[in-house]
């Protein structure tokens, strides 16, 4: 991941959840802004069980 972003999983759910609820769109609009790679974010959350849902712009 480019951006600063923690390396525990559940900080990391807690940061995404919290700028995908206050700046973005969803979650590719995200990745784009922060430089960071979408595919590895999906990774490292699915493996604590959180998948990402559009509709709800979150990973729940």
Request: hydrophobic share 35%; aromatic share 8%; proline share 2%.
């Given at each position: 991941?480019?951006e600063?972003l923690?390396?525990?999983?559940?900080?990391?759910?807690?940061?995404i959840?919290?700028?995908?609820r206050?700046?973005?769109?969803?979650?590719?609009?995200?990745?784009d802004?922060l430089?960071?790679?979408?595919?590895?974010i999906i990774?490292?959350l699915?493996s604590?069980g959180?998948?990402?849902?559009?509709k709800?712009?979150r990973f729940?």
């Amino acid at each position: 991941m480019t951006e600063k972003l923690p390396q525990d999983a559940f900080m990391l759910l807690s940061v995404i959840n919290t700028k995908l609820r206050d700046r973005y769109h969803d979650l590719n609009e995200l990745c784009d802004d922060l430089g960071t790679d979408k595919d590895e974010i999906i990774q490292v959350l699915s493996s604590i069980g959180y998948v990402y849902d559009s509709k709800l712009n979150r990973f729940c």
